[in-house]
Nanobody, 118 residues
């Protein structure tokens, strides 16, 4: 079993910053891609940013220039700057984990709430 645990969510004023963290633990042989997704109330979940094992990053257009994804082995971070009310959502971590038999599987964290409001 693999567990992903997120931290760092909370309430922040517009224009403020937050840093999210997601740590993977358990039967992790290697991790290919790690990323962040978010789901706002009444909306579908959407991709925020991803980070592959070779360092390639990808961002949603809505967060380019404001959010930065980084990674340290099995922990992924999301630095969020210049936050807007429309960034309010539950942010969930995702990881494509490879086991010792070279079998890959996607795992999700439980999510952390980010609220941007004055």
């Amino acid at each position: 079993q693999v567990q992903l645990v997120e931290s760092g969510g909370g309430l922040v004023q517009p224009g403020g910053s937050l840093r999210l963290s997601c740590a993977a633990s358990g039967r992790v042989f290697s991790i290919d891609t790690m990323g962040w997704y978010r789901q706002a109330p009444g909306k579908q979940r959407e991709l925020v940013a991803t980070h592959t094992s070779d360092g390639t990053t990808n961002y949603a257009d809505s967060v380019k220039g404001r959010f930065t994804i980084s990674r340290d082995k099995s922990t992924v971070y999301l630095q969020m700057n210049s936050l807007k009310p429309e960034d309010t959502a539950v942010y969930s971590c995702n990881a494509w984990v490879i086991d010792s038999k070279d079998v890959g599987m996607a795992y999700w964290g439980k999510g952390t709430l980010v609220t941007v409001s004055s």
